[in-house]
């Protein structure tokens, strides 16, 4: 056990470290944050701030050997150079190289019983063809590594439009449909002793590719699913020795959750646990890393809804705070272009006449 007044260590310097830092933070935890340089707005809320290149052996070395546990917040930091540090690091690096290459990751969940979308490697012209022929269309074609909120992602209406795209210069993976009725995801806290915590399971909406908002309850085919969704997750964590937080996203349709993707770490859709459950996913990352007891994962209010703050709107987003029942996270960026996550509001609702006391 790391004891408050101990060092973690964090990699990765956006909103979602920044909101690691503050939960740390308010458990007694110094905070040393490692990221190269740039917007990092973890720097804001945190003891010290090195921003050194990923591959800077010595850098990261000196980072690692000032923690007590490293844990990162940011999935798609290069696995190689972490495994002269995977001692302090929580989760083991082998959790990233799996979640950093989509092929990998379906292939992982597909050999523990998980139930991927269908999907074909893609390295070449023909083989994108060969995938069309096979999964047919509409498809996604996707990079395999560092795509994320609809980038590195490109919509196949027809075989025409896959010999005329212009293919990426990296491995790819082709994507068929799913039909489903929603979105859901499973996220789940473990300790390195192998307990385990879920959180109630949000219902996912999504606008251009961005997560738009996460709402609780969900519909009734998430409750009907998520008992069969998180025996996987539980699976995927278990098999990888995982320690800290989790997310699988799931689509639920008509013959059960297909599997989507997975990540090593905090998410989005999970915001809505920060004042709508009883530990938030935050608290309960650094519980899990530090050996501590694991929080109570329980939903605080009747209903709660999650809203991304995306691009200008964070200009007004100070407006919100006129409604009792919002929450507002604004995560210090200062740029606001379109697509870019600036912030998130949640909101407690309860029946009218109803209230939290």
Not at 94 to 100: E, G, M, T, Y
Not at 248 to 255: I, V
Not at 290 to 297: A, E, I, N, R, V
Request: charged share 20%; glycine share 10%; aromatic share 6%.
């Amino acid at each position: 056990m790391i004891k408050p007044g101990g060092t973690i260590g964090i990699l990765g310097g956006g909103q979602l470290g920044r909101m690691l830092a503050i939960s740390a933070a308010q458990l007694g935890y110094r905070v040393i944050a490692y990221a190269p340089a740039g917007d990092a707005v973890i720097a804001q809320v945190c003891n010290e701030y090195i921003a050194s290149d990923w591959h800077d052996a010595e850098a990261l070395k000196a980072f690692a050997d000032a923690c007590d546990v490293v844990t990162l917040e940011f999935e798609n930091v290069p696995a190689a150079p972490l495994d002269a540090i995977a001692d302090k690091l929580a989760p083991h690096p082998r959790a990233l190289a799996i979640a950093q290459d989509r092929l990998a990751e379906k292939r992982f969940v597909a050999d523990l019983g998980g139930t991927p979308a269908p999907f074909h490697a893609v390295d070449s012209r023909e083989d994108l063809l060969a995938g069309i022929e096979a999964l047919g269309t509409p498809a996604i074609l996707k990079t395999r590594r560092d795509g994320y909120d609809g980038k590195g992602q490109w919509r196949i209406g027809s075989r025409e439009e896959a010999e005329a795209l212009d293919l990426p210069d990296a491995p790819c993976i082709l994507e068929g449909f799913v039909q489903f009725e929603c979105e859901f995801s499973v996220i789940l806290a473990r300790r390195a002793d192998g307990t385990v915590a879920f959180w109630e399971s949000s219902q996912n909406g999504h606008e251009d590719g961005i997560l738009a908002r996460s709402t609780l309850p969900g519909a009734a085919i998430i409750g009907q699913q998520v008992a069969e969704a998180r025996k996987l997750a539980k699976a995927v964590a278990d098999k990888l020795s995982y320690v800290g937080v989790l997310t699988l996203e799931f689509f639920a349709s008509e013959s059960g959750p297909i599997f989507n993707e997975m990540a090593p770490r905090t998410h989005n859709s999970g915001h809505w646990t920060i004042e709508g459950a009883a530990t938030s996913q935050f608290e309960n990352q650094v519980r899990a890393i530090c050996g501590l007891p694991l929080g109570d994962t329980r939903r605080v209010a009747p209903r709660v809804v999650m809203e991304n703050v995306i691009g200008p709107a964070a200009a007004t987003a100070h407006e919100a705070l006129a409604d009792p029942a919002a929450h507002l996270h604004l995560y210090g960026k200062t740029d606001a272009p379109e697509g870019r996550k600036m912030g998130h509001i949640t909101r407690l609702e309860w029946p009218e006449g109803e209230t939290s006391s």
